[in-house]
């Protein structure tokens, strides 16, 4: 084991989205993540060896509706520092593994819970996805243009941003709380639209002090200025403009070659001129010859690079930010540490394949409800 999480035990009750990408990082910091998969599966859709949310951790097989299924688990929490669940208010209690008991015989446990909703509120029961749940915080309405429907950013802001990420901190912080001198374990209930909110604090205090509309598409950051944002280029590729600051936006309006033909950038109500000035100049050349005249400089521009192009790029591929394992190329662990590197040590781990070898490192009798079939 390594990273900076070594030594800690986690169990993951298996689910979908956010609440295995928060083990997920957990494990590449180090963290022993054994995941409890349930016969049948439930997972992406997708081949289970390609399901990179699981790597770095390791499966077994509990039914948690056998006999003996609840009593298993409860034998892998007795050892745990963590456990992450991500079902519906009311389901893990019922299946035998809610807080209570769970605490019970761990006091100094951590119980994460991933939800939507929450734990409580009118739609805690309610099914839900990551567009509503950002859509009802009021972040999916900043999201496009002006006059169009709010675009929808993957589930990159709900589910990972507004749920993983939180859910993380969380279990962290608890963890250190659980570990001083007196410490208790507690449960930490992470719903998205906490989150989701909590990521858009500066635009709330920008909108009370008249910084900010309430409308996308009209503001400094949403696309609404002419020198931040993404233009055509002539073979259809994209160029990201970053050019807020003055000397930035100099620098930016020189190399692009239309400093002296273009409005003040302070004159709002020619805003709009602004950018067809700069979106005519940007169709001029292709997305390579873009980035050639910006190399090197402090313009704040950048190629938009897809999925497969990103880990190619110069300073990417230096810095490792994707790293290959098992024939998958993959972004690397982050963030990064001097003392207690993380590294993908191990594949996505398949349904119940290290059973016996959990049962011998945690001293704990686990049978594979497979065997008897």
Known sequence: MNGPLAGVRVVELAGIGPGPFAAMLLADLGADVVRIDRPGGAGLGIDPA???????????????????????????????????????????????????????RNPRLVYGRMTGWGQDGP??????????????????????????????????????????????????????????????????????VDGAAHLATMIHGMMAAGGWQDRRGANLLDGGCPFYGAYETADGGYMAVGALEQRFYDEFTDLLGIRDEIPARKDFDRWDELREAIAARFRTRTRAEWTAVFEGSDACVAPVLSLREAPAHPHIAARGTFTDHGGITQPAPAPRFSATPGAVRRPPAMPGAHTAEVARDWDVPLTDPQEDR
Do not use: F, W
Request: charged share 20%.
């Open 50 to 104: 390609y399901d990179l949310t699981n790597r770095n951790k390791r499966s077994v097989l509990i039914d948690l509706k056998a006999e003996d299924g609840p009593g298993q688990v409860l034998g892998l929490v007795e050892r745990a520092d963590v456990l992450i669940e991500g079902y519906r208010p009311g389901v893990a209690e019922r299946l035998g593994v809610g807080p209570d008991v769970c605490l019970a």
């Open 123 to 192: 739609l805690a029961h309610r099914a839900g996805h990551d567009i509503g749940y950002i859509a009802l915080t009021g972040t999916l309405s900043m999201i496009g243009k002006d006059g169009e429907p709010p675009v929808v950013p993957a589930n990159l802001v709900g589910d990972y941003a507004g749920g993983s990420l939180y859910l993380v901190i969380g279990v962290l912080a608890a963890l250190q709380h659980a570990r001083t001198e007196g410490g208790t374990g507690q449960v930490v209930d992470a719903a998205i």
